[in-house]
C-alpha cells in the first residue's frame, strides 16, 4: 500500500477509531461526507473489506455515493489499486463497495449480513421500517454503521434514534462548517448573506439545527442577525444572568454530616471534592426544568438539566454532549458498589466453622480479598476466617457515609457469622499482597483528615462497634476479651478504609442518555466550584451571561454579550470587563443571587437586582416583542442561537402550541429582559416614554 497524505478534520479524528456506530451530523460545508469516503477507501487498501453503502431511496447508481468514492480515489492517487466501473468499486486486495436503496428493499438488504462496515449517507431520511431491517443484518463481529447527515426535523427516526437517543457503543459528533480548515470562501459568502436575511433558516442549514414547529418559536420572524456599527452616543442597557448547577433534589451529596439529599443541603454544609470538604456558598431550589438521567455505569445515575457539567477526560462537559464511552472522576465506593452482590454470594461460600469452602468462587474470593487485605491490619484480624473475610470486605466495598448501608451489611454478616462456632480460630497473618494493596490504602492527600475529622463519623464507629458487641453477645461468644477485639478492629477497619472509600479515582463508563421530562432542580455553589454527587464529580454548569443593548428608532440592537460557563466568583470580574462599559453604566442583574451581587458591587460595578413577579417573564418578552425588529450583531452567537431556540410548550398530541414557554435557551434573553428593569412593568409593558432614546 502507498504512502498517503490524508488530511482530517480535528472534529472527525474519532472516526479513525473503532466503534459499533459513528454518528456524523450538523449543517453544509462541514465536510462530512468528503472525509468519510477519503478514509474509506485509505482503509479498504488495509484490509479486505466488504462496504455497502446505503440511502434511503436510490433510484439509480447516481444517487449514491460512487462518484464521491470514485473522485476521492482518483484525487489521492489510488487508481491503480482500485477498479471502478458504473455500477461498482472494488480494489486489487479484495475490497468490495455496494450501492443500494433501503426503501422496500428488506430481502436485498437482509443478503449483506457478512458486511464489514455499512455507510449512510443522508442518514436523516431513513425510516424506522428501514432501520428495524438494517440494524440487526449488519452484524458480523466487529461490524460498524456510519452515518453522514444534516438533520430535517427533530421527530425524525433517525434523530431521535441517534442523536437524542444514541445506543451504546455510539459516537455522536456535530460538525460545522467552523470545523472544516478548507471551508471555501464562496461558501462563507452565501452563509453570512443568509444570516442577516433568514436567521432561522440559517440555524437549520449552516448550524445543523433539526427544522422545528415555526409556530412555537416565541421570536419567529422578530430579529435578525446582521453586522451594524455602534453610536458613539448610544444609551447603554446591560443586564446579567447568573450560571446555576441544576440536579434533581434527590441527588445524594456526601457532606462532612454524612449524606445529605441536593435538597436538604444548606449555605454553610461542607461537602466532598476532590480538595476535600469545602463549604457550601449558596444552596436554593431553581423550579422545574426538563432534566435528563445519565447512568454512568457502576449503579451510578444522574438526573440534572441539560447543560449541567461532568468531569471527563476531556475536561468539563455538558450532559447533552455526553456520548458512547466516557472517562469520569467518580469516588471508590461507587466502583465497588455493582460487586456487593456477587462478592457477599462468594462470602457465604466461607463456612462458619473456620474452613474455607472448597468452591473455586470460595478459594478465589480469599485470595483476592482476605489475604491482601487482612495482611495490612493483622493485629486487628485475629478471627475466624468466616468473620475477617466477610467483615473485611464488606467494609472494604461500603460507603461508609451511608448508615443505611452499614447497617444493612453489618446485619447481615454478624447474624450470618455467629449461629455457629463450632471450629476454632485462624490467625491471619500472611503478608501477600501487602504491596500492592498500600498503594490503594494511601489516604487522599488533600481529602483524608477531613474526612477522618468529621464528626458524625465517631457516631457511625460507635454504632458499628455496639453493633457487633451486641451480635457477638446474642450468640453467647464465651470471651468478652474477644468481643472487644472484634469490635474495636471493625472500628479500626472502617476509620482506616473511609479515605480508601472516599479517594476519587479516573473510571471508563458506558454513558446511556435519556430524557425523562421535567421536575423540579436544585443548585448550590461551593468554595471550588466542584463537588461529588451520587458519587460523580460534577460542576455548576449553567452559564452566567452579560449582555449590552442599545434602543434607536423603535429597533431594539444587541451588540455585545460577555458568556462563560462555570465561571468562579473571582473570575466575575474579569468577564464583565470584556464588554468595555460594564463599569460605566448600570448592570441589572437576577435578584436570585444577592450575595454575588454584592460581591460585584465591592468590585465597582454599578449593579443591582432586577425586579421579579409572577409572570414577569411573560410582561418582558411582550416588550421584546413590541420593538418592529429586534437586530443582532453575529459576534453576539448565544443571543443569536436563544433566539432561534427559545420556544412555546407543543401539545405532544395535536401539534398545538400552548402559552407556556419552555424554561431552556434562555440566559442571554433573560438578561435582555433584565437589563430593561424599570420599564417593565406589571401586566402593563413600558411605562416610560422611549421617544428620547429611540430618536438618538
Known amino acids: 500500500m502507498p504512502k498517503i497524505a490524508l488530511d482530517i478534520p480535528k472534529a472527525l479524528l474519532p472516526l479513525l477509531q473503532p466503534a459499533r456506530y459513528k454518528v456524523m451530523y450538523g449543517g453544509r460545508g462541514a465536510g462530512k461526507s468528503f472525509t468519510v469516503a477519503s478514509w474509506l477507501v485509505v482503509l479498504g487498501l488495509q484490509r479486505p473489506l466488504r462496504v455497502l453503502c446505503a440511502r434511503e431511496y436510490q433510484v439509480s447508481i447516481k444517487d449514491s455515493v460512487h462518484r464521491l468514492l470514485a473522485d476521492r480515489i482518483d484525487a489521492l492517487g489510488l487508481t491503480p489499486f482500485y477498479n471502478v466501473t458504473q455500477t461498482s468499486i472494488t480494489s486489487t486486495n479484495g475490497t468490495e463497495f455496494t450501492f443500494k436503496g433501503l426503501h422496500h428493499n428488506a430481502q436485498e438488504i437482509k443478503s449483506f449480513e457478512g458486511a464489514d462496515l455499512c455507510w449512510i449517507e443522508e442518514a436523516q431520511a431513513v425510516s424506522a421500517e428501514s432501520w428495524d431491517v438494517l440494524i440487526p443484518t449488519i452484524r458480523k463481529q466487529g461490524s460498524e454503521i456510519w452515518l453522514t447527515f444534516n438533520p430535517l426535523s427533530p421527530d425524525d427516526a433517525t434523530w431521535q434514534r441517534f442523536v437524542k437517543n444514541p445506543p451504546p457503543g455510539a459516537w455522536v459528533q456535530k460538525v460545522l462548517f467552523s470545523d472544516n480548515p478548507w471551508f471555501p470562501k464562496v461558501l462563507d459568502d452565501e452563509r453570512r448573506h443568509l444570516q442577516e436575511i433568514d436567521p432561522e433558516l440559517y440555524q437549520h442549514i449552516w448550524l445543523g439545527e433539526p427544522r422545528t414547529i415555526s409556530d412555537a418559536q416565541v421570536f419567529k420572524g422578530r430579529y435578525l442577525i446582521q453586522e451594524f456599527d455602534t453610536p458613539e452616543d448610544a444609551r447603554f442597557f446591560h443586564g446579567c444572568d447568573w450560571g446555576f448547577s441544576c440536579l434533581v433534589g434527590e441527588t445524594m451529596v456526601v457532606t462532612e454530616k454524612g449524606n445529605k439529599q441536593l435538597k436538604d443541603v444548606k449555605p454553610g454544609d461542607k461537602v466532598l471534592t476532590r480538595d476535600g470538604y469545602k463549604a457550601v456558598i449558596h444552596a436554593q431550589s431553581r423550579g422545574v426544568k426538563s432534566i435528563y438521567g445519565v447512568d454512568c455505569g457502576y449503579n451510578t445515575r444522574i438526573i440534572a438539566t441539560e447543560d449541567h457539567r461532568i468531569l471527563t477526560a476531556d475536561g468539563w462537559r455538558q450532559v447533552k454532549d455526553l456520548r458512547g ?50 495482611a495490612k491490619f493483622p493485629k486487628a484480624v485475629v478471627f475466624t476466617i468466616s468473620t475477617a473475610t466477610r467483615l473485611i470486605t464488606a467494609l472494604r466495598i461500603c460507603n461508609a457515609s451511608q448508615t443505611a448501608n452499614i447497617k444493612k451489611f453489618i446485619t447481615k454478616i454478624t447474624s450470618a457469622v455467629y449461629q455457629k462456632k463450632s471450629g476454632g480460630t485462624a490467625v491471619i497473618q500472611k503478608k501477600t499482597g501487602q504491596n500492592e494493596e498500600r498503594k490503594h490504602l494511601q489516604p487522599h492527600k488533600n481529602g483524608a483528615e477531613s474526612a477522618q475529622s468529621a464528626g458524625s463519623l465517631s457516631r457511625l464507629r460507635t454504632f458499628i462497634k455496639n453493633t457487633v458487641l451486641r451480635s457477638a453477645e446474642s450468640a453467647r461468644t464465651p470471651a468478652t476479651a474477644k468481643r472487644n477485639t472484634l469490635a474495636n478492629g471493625a472500628v479500626k477497619f472502617l476509620q482506616r478504609l473511609l479515605t480508601v472509600i472516599e479517594k476519587p479515582v479516573q473510571k471508563n463508563v458506558r454513558i446511556n442518555l435519556q430524557s425523562l421530562g421535567e421536575a423540579e432542580v436544585f443548585d448550590i455553589t461551593v468554595e471550588n466550584g466542584e463537588y461529588f454527587a451520587n458519587g460523580v464529580l460534577v460542576h455548576n454548569c449553567d452559564p452566567t451571561a452579560l449582555v449590552r443593548c442599545y434602543i434607536k428608532g423603535n429597533i431594539l440592537y444587541v451588540d455585545r454579550e460577555a458568556y462563560g460557563v462555570g465561571v468562579e466568583l473571582d473570575e466575575l470580574p474579569q468577564l464583565f470587563d470584556s464588554i468595555e462599559t460594564a463599569r460605566k453604566w448600570p448592570i441589572y442583574a437576577d435578584s436570585a443571587r444577592p450575595e454575588t451581587i454584592s460581591y460585584m458591587k465591592r468590585q465597582g460595578f454599578k449593579i443591582m437586582p432586577a425586579k421579579k413577579w409572577a409572570g414577569s417573564v411573560e410582561d418582558g418578552i411582550a416588550i421584546l416583542k413590541s420593538f418592529d425588529k429586534i437586530i443582532v450583531h453575529p459576534r453576539c452567537v448565544h443571543a443569536a442561537d436563544e433566539f432561534f431556540k427559545y420556544s412555546y410548550k407543543v401539545d405532544r398530541n395535536n401539534g398545538d402550541v400552548l402559552p407556556v414557554i419552555i424554561d431552556a435557551n434562555n440566559h442571554v434573553l433573560d438578561s435582555l429582559r433584565y437589563s430593561l428593569d424599570g420599564y417593565i412593568h406589571r401586566g402593563s409593558g413600558m411605562k416610560i416614554n422611549l421617544a428620547n432614546l429611540r430618536g438618538r
Open 325 to 374: 464511552t466516557e472517562t469520569l472522576c467518580i469516588t471508590r465506593s461507587n466502583l465497588t458498589a455493582r460487586c456487593i452482590k456477587g462478592i457477599l454470594t462468594a462470602s457465604t461460600r466461607i463456612i462458619s466453622t473456620g474452613r474455607k469452602a472448597e468452591s473455586a468462587k470460595g478459594k478465589a474470593f480469599i485470595a483476592r480479598y482476605g489475604n491482601s487485605i487482612t
